[in-house]
């Protein structure tokens, strides 16, 4: 379709900035740029009717690590690395809080917990340590002068919430659960009230960067010029920018009908992560178990593999539902690409003149995205 004069002189009009990527990461930072300065001329390309990477498609845990996960990303990438990593988690988790009532979001703070298959006889020095360092690092709520434990040990609540072959629990009492699709909502019609434009259906096929700023063409007739460009494409990052260290992973899900006498409420964590299950109401959400087919969980396929749903469905039996529990119906099964690389840190990086890059949030964005895009503007302000 030929644009018209009036087309070319207002959606297509040069732009202060323009965004590719409607998803958290992409929304949160116009959210916070039109908020720095309300002139800004800002423009969303999204090439989905709706955002369809993983913002909307994920389990909604508002989280920022695992016992088990953090130990080990510490071996991955270093203390100072996780540190940083899980502030911004934590940080963005408050931000979150402080722009979007909880009902808006169906936010809930019911906590998360992990559970663990074995003994785990360090289960209480790992929780110790983590306790000692993050607390002060996070500045996390505090009582009497002393900052409140993040992790408790909860095995003694493991009969309780009815698991099965579980020996050892933890519980990290500020982790949150909410409505992921309502918060992309809330922001799209926040950042659309400030006079963000979003431009669904528009995929960026290419872009060339030049001393005024970025000629960016997609599959639409107009070509768009702006001063900056940021590419917010998390794990589909690489079709745009070849050389960053990020690949696609598809991460699995499904819902069940409703469950009599569901035992347990919250997010709950298992195998550093590669397994998550929380309520929805009375029903049970579960994914994961990407370590059960990672060389074929690594695309950009949006269909769900008999393969992983089937490991789902054992998990649910074997471990979650109380033994003898009658099988439950799986309502709804879909999945989502998150955008994962050799370690958890985001990319947060110039890769041109006027192009940015904010991606790599590592199967966690819920909670990072607003600090990812505080820093993604620091740097294009840079
Ligand atoms: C199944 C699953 C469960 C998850 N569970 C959790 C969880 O409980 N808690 C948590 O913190 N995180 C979770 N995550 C990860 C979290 O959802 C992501 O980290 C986060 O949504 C990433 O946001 P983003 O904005 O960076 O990317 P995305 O949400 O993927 O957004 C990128 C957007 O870019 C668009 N796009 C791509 N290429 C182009 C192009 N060329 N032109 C135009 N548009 C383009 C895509 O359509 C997409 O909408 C989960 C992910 C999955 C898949």
Redesign the pocket.
């Known amino acids: 379709m030929a644009i018209s004069v009036w087309e070319q002189s207002t959606y297509f009009a040069p732009k202060d900035l323009v965004i ?7 929304l949160w930072t116009a959210y916070e740029a039109i908020h720095q300065n309300p002139k800004l001329n800002i423009t969303i ?4 009717t709706i ?5 909307t ?5 508002s ?1 920022f690590g695992s016992v088990s996960e953090l130990m080990s990303d510490i071996q991955l990438m270093g203390e100072a690395a996780m540190l940083e990593t899980v502030k911004m988690r934590y940080d963005g988790l408050q931000r979150i809080q402080k722009v979007f009532k909880a009902k808006e979001i169906d936010y809930n703070q019911w906590g998360g917990y992990e559970l663990f298959e074995g003994k785990k006889t360090n289960l209480e020095s790992d929780i110790a340590y983590l306790n000692k360092i993050l607390a002060p690092a996070l500045k996390t709520p505090k009582k009497n002068g002393t900052y409140l434990p993040i992790y408790t040990n909860a095995s003694k609540d493991i009969n309780k919430l009815g698991f099965q072959g579980i020996e050892a629990l933890a519980f990290n009492q500020l982790e949150g659960q909410l409505n992921s699709a309502k918060l992309v909502l809330a922001l799209q019609k926040a950042v659309q009230a400030k006079g963000v434009q979003i431009l669904f259906n ?3 096929k290419k872009f060339k960067s030049h001393k005024k700023g970025v000629t960016i063409t997609t599959n639409l007739e107009a070509v768009l010029e702006t001063k900056q460009f940021l590419v ?5 990052a690489k ?2 920018i070849p050389g960053l260290d990020v690949v696609p992973a598809r ?3 499904f819902v069940t009908e409703p469950i009599k006498n569901l035992k347990f409420k919250g997010c709950f964590h298992f195998d550093e992560g590669y397994y ?1 299950f929380r309520n929805l109401g009375n029903r049970l959400l579960l ?1 994961g178990a990407r370590n059960a087919d990672f060389k074929n969980e690594k695309t950009y396929s949006l269909e769900t593999s008999a393969t992983i749903q089937k490991v789902l469905e054992d998990f649910m039996m074997q471990r979650i539902l109380p033994k003898g529990s009658k099988k439950p119906k799986i309502e709804l099964r879909w ?5 994962i690389g050799s370690i958890k840190k985001p990319i947060i990086e110039q890769v041109q003149p006027n192009v940015y890059c904010a ?1 790599r ?1 590592s ?5 990072i ?1 607003p600090i990812v895009a505080k820093k993604a503007l620091k740097l294009m302000k840079g």
């Open positions: 590719v990527g409607c998803g958290f990461v992409g390309l999204e090439r989905g955002p369809s990477g993983a913002s498609r994920n389990a909604g845990f989280c528009t995929e960026v917010c494409t998390n794990g589909f079709q745009l991460g699995q899900v998550y994914g999945s989502g690409t998150m955008g991606v949030m199967g966690m964005g819920v909670a995205a």
